[in-house]
């Protein structure tokens, strides 16, 4: 029999995270590497003044992991895998809408442009950076929430989708926002979800969006909005408690945070079932093979 913290089937059982993802354990403050068989690699704290660690986004080449906290309201870039600071932006425990502060941050994320976008979600605003953390320029209007032509409602994620547009999920309005590097909307796309969190475009040319609720689901849609797939299964051992974010893998897995349940899980699309599973279900810890409200993860290229 399988041990638990390792749930992996016969058919994936050589790589079901392809080269390995990083998990922000936002609980436990620290990032955390999986190799691609799902094998721990390493374990990085996180400095000061990081406290929950919401999100990891690592940079080309892997060297730079960029980091959200929107319990105090920074965001910034660490050495990867030393975990030194290299840059912050924000306030410490001082959240707003003045010059340098942030209200409620999430998803600090590369773009190909080679700015890095941040969804400010109190503050109804995408803002994007240089790498080195120096603001370029502010999409939508501050403080100003709206589902429309230039404006953002309660962003939670900007993600890239090519090399000038950006997915936005808004969550007051449910929807997925597609607008330009101007802030220009270009369309808005209604999700089948109570709480969008993140929109990832697959390998394979898709969008995966979760559903940060409970019970909790990740769909797949096209970009004209239609439902592919969803997967939100009913079963006590099964069912989802405020997953975060998903990935499509280039093995056509999704791998996914289970937020409230403490694991990362990898599922088979075609079968709907589980084939990986990091974390103890429902035990939070941090011991080797536990996480503690992991709620963010990113792979490793």
């Not at 704290?45 to 730079?64: I, M």
């Not at 409970?214 to 051992?237: N, T």
Request: with cysteine; hydrophobic share 40%; charged share 20%.
């Amino acid at each position: 029999m399988l041990p638990l913290l390792g749930l992996l089937s016969l058919a994936w059982a050589k790589d079901p995270l392809d080269k390995g993802v990083v998990i922000a354990d936002a609980g436990n403050h620290r990032l955390v590497e999986l190799a691609g068989e799902g094998r721990l690699v390493r374990v990085v704290p996180l400095p000061r003044p990081f406290r929950y660690t919401d999100d990891v986004f690592l940079a080309p080449g892997g060297s730079v992991a960029y980091i959200t906290d929107p319990e105090v309201d920074v965001v910034g870039a660490v050495g990867y895998p030393a975990g030194r600071l290299l840059w912050l932006y924000g306030r410490p425990g001082h959240p707003g809408a003045g010059p340098g502060q942030l209200d409620n941050p999430d998803d600090l994320v590369p773009l190909p442009s080679g700015l890095l976008a941040l969804a400010d979600i109190r503050n109804c605003r995408i803002l994007l950076f240089s790498r080195e953390g120096k603001l370029q320029k502010v999409l939508g209007r501050t403080g100003v929430c709206r589902n429309a032509d230039g404006f953002f409602n309660k962003p939670n994620g900007a993600f890239p989708l090519g090399k000038d547009r950006l997915l936005v999920t808004e969550i007051a309005g449910h929807d997925l926002a597609v607008v330009d590097l101007q802030g220009h909307r270009l369309a808005t796309i209604s999700l089948p979800v109570h709480y969008p969190s993140d929109a990832n475009l697959t390998p394979w040319g898709t969008v995966l969006v979760v559903d940060w609720w409970s019970p909790g689901a990740v769909v797949e849609v096209d970009l004209k909005g239609h439902l592919l797939w969803r997967y939100a299964p009913e079963g006590k051992e099964e069912h989802l408690n405020h997953p975060s974010v998903a990935l499509g893998l280039r093995n056509g897995l999704v791998v996914f945070t289970d937020d409230w349940r403490h694991r990362v899980l990898v599922v088979d699309r075609k079968e709907n079932r589980v084939v990986f599973q990091y974390g103890r279900t429902d035990t939070p810890g941090s011991d080797p093979g536990f996480l503690r409200y992991p709620d963010g993860l990113d792979l490793i290229r």
